[in-house]
């Protein structure tokens, strides 16, 4: 009987070890492409909220009108409370986004608003679908009504679902308030994106307290634009001409006077000008007592990075000023970014990140803290917004989360 020889026989076992790990590493990536990863919570322990705010159709039949109810079929006059989260990241890291869920809940829980928002990249990676549907059905759940643009993480995956899927699926929802119907300028021309939509807080009067505009700002510049515009392939994309054009022509249709806030994901190259001409005391943080030789002056926070917009500068900002009812603006994407500067008479924001699945200040080591958390956005019978900083540390025994990064 002949022996295997030793040699032989490491060989044959060195081959089988191989093919198991050829195995399990195909295994691995047919289940992180096929196989949804949800979000971590349970939407039977979800509690309902609730709203008094009433939502009709406008009288031009293009976007809608809300209000809180006074109970006797007329409209309120209490304030209009906003609740927005930003850069959720609702991704494939099923712990982080366990974190990012339950304060998320907890803070719509404590604030009962009128309305939330989500400022973009609210579920990304791959296989995403069933994440999107089960953030609907939780807003569902809480019986709130709420709104949401698209950051630029959102269809920028292989297996993620598309832009236009992510505003389909969400408008499908009775709560949600954004439009997926495609928009056109008088002229005929379709508006490029997603979701783009207005919506009207009325006041007691029946008048416009403020009107929301919400924008889709891309997420990568075309290489076809980036050659025509002498940018970076790859570099951040911009809002383009016929939304500015909509956006313009739906300021023209508001009453004199009327006070309106736009809310976007990447912020336009004005954040930077913004930024680097407001006042600074010696150690470089912001000087809130200043106003610069432009009128630019800081109302609160600070920037723990720079501003990353679009390389090409489409006018939007121009159009703002141009229109004068644009008085805020909100933007996301900049997740260590929480200023409010306002520059050339408008209010240019960053929300407060949400999200613990990206990084952050102190996975930057721009911070000892966790900084994560929502910002609040109260809108008066007189039209004037009230601002108000969430950090979840500040509520919340965050100590768990604050273990992922350890």
């Given at each position: 009987?002949?022996k295997?020889?030793?040699?032989?026989g490491?060989?044959?076992l060195?081959?089988?070890?191989?093919?198991?790990?050829?195995?399990?590493?195909?295994?691995?990536?047919?289940l992180y492409?096929f196989v949804?990863v949800?979000?971590a919570?349970?939407?039977d322990?979800?509690?309902?909220?609730?709203?008094?705010?009433?939502?009709?159709?406008?009288?031009?039949?293009?976007h809608?009108?809300?209000f809180?109810s006074?109970?006797?079929?007329g409209?309120?006059d209490?304030?209009?409370?906003?609740?927005?989260?930003?850069?959720?990241h609702?991704?494939t890291?099923?712990?982080?986004g366990?974190?990012t869920?339950?304060?998320?809940l907890?803070?719509i829980y404590?604030?009962k608003p009128?309305?939330v928002v989500?400022?973009g990249?609210?579920?990304t990676?791959?296989t995403?679908r069933?994440?999107?549907?089960?953030?609907?059905?939780?807003?569902?759940?809480l019986g709130?009504?709420?709104?949401?643009v698209?950051?630029?993480?959102?269809g920028d995956n292989i297996?993620?679902?598309?832009?236009?899927?992510?505003v389909?699926l969400y408008?499908?929802?009775?709560?949600?308030?954004?439009?997926?119907?495609?928009?056109?300028?008088?002229?005929?021309?379709?508006v490029w994106?997603?979701?783009?939509t207005?919506?009207?807080i009325?006041?007691?009067?029946?008048?416009?307290?403020?009107?929301?505009?919400f924008i889709?700002?891309?997420n990568?510049?075309?290489?076809?634009?980036?050659?025509?515009?002498?940018v970076e392939k790859g570099?951040?994309?911009y809002?383009k001409?016929?939304?500015?054009?909509?956006?313009s022509?739906?300021?023209a249709?508001?009453?004199?006077?009327?006070?309106?806030?736009?809310?976007l994901h990447?912020?336009?190259?004005e954040?930077?000008d913004?930024?680097?001409?407001?006042?600074?005391k010696?150690?470089?943080?912001?000087?809130?007592?200043?106003?610069s030789e432009?009128?630019?002056k800081?109302?609160?926070?600070?920037?723990?990075?720079g501003v990353?917009?679009?390389?090409?500068?489409?006018g939007?900002?121009?159009?703002?000023?141009e229109?004068?009812?644009?008085?805020?603006?909100v933007c996301?994407?900049?997740?260590?970014?929480?200023?409010?500067?306002?520059?050339?008479?408008?209010t240019l924001?960053y929300?407060r990140?949400?999200?613990?699945s990206s990084?952050?200040?102190?996975s930057?080591?721009?911070?000892r803290?966790?900084?994560?958390g929502?910002?609040?956005?109260?809108v008066?019978a007189?039209g004037?917004?009230e601002?108000?900083d969430i950090?979840?540390?500040?509520?919340?025994?965050?100590s768990?989360a604050?273990?992922?990064?350890?």
């Open positions: 009987m002949e295997t020889s030793p040699k032989l490491r060989k044959k060195i081959m089988i070890i191989v093919a198991a790990v050829l195995v399990l590493a195909i295994v691995g990536v047919m492409l949804p949800k979000i919570v349970d939407i322990s979800v509690r309902y909220v609730g709203t008094d705010v009433v939502v009709r159709d406008a009288a031009d039949g293009q809608k009108e809300i809180k006074d109970g006797n079929g409209i309120s209490k304030p209009f409370k906003i609740l927005a989260f930003t850069d959720t609702f991704d890291y099923k712990k982080k366990s974190f869920v339950k304060y998320m907890e803070n404590m604030e009128d309305l989500f400022v990249d609210v579920v990676s791959a995403n069933a994440r999107a549907k089960q953030l609907a059905e939780v807003m569902e759940k709130v009504y709420w709104a949401a698209l950051g630029n993480h959102e297996r993620s679902i598309s832009r236009k899927e992510f389909e408008a499908s929802y009775p709560h949600c308030l954004i439009s997926a119907e495609e928009k056109f300028t008088s002229g005929g021309e379709k994106g997603n979701g783009n207005q919506i009207d009325l006041a007691a009067d029946g008048s416009i307290a403020q009107t929301l505009f889709d700002s891309g990568e510049i075309s290489d076809e634009d980036a050659k025509a515009f002498g570099s951040y994309d809002v001409p016929s939304q500015i054009k909509w956006y022509e739906r300021v249709t508001l009453p004199e006077g009327t006070r309106s806030t736009m809310f990447i912020p336009f190259p954040y930077a913004a930024l680097n001409d407001v006042p600074r010696v150690d470089g943080t912001f000087d809130y007592g200043a106003v432009n009128g630019t800081a109302l609160f926070g600070g920037a723990l990075e990353a917009s679009p390389k090409y500068n489409s939007l900002f121009d159009a703002i000023l229109g004068g009812s644009t008085k805020t603006v996301g994407h900049d997740h260590i970014n929480d200023f409010r500067i306002v520059y050339k008479g408008v924001c929300n990140a949400s999200g613990y990084y952050n200040a102190y930057k080591n721009k911070a803290e966790l900084g994560q929502a910002t609040v956005y109260t008066n007189d004037s917004i601002f108000t950090l979840n540390r500040e509520r919340f025994d965050v768990e604050y273990k992922l990064y350890k």
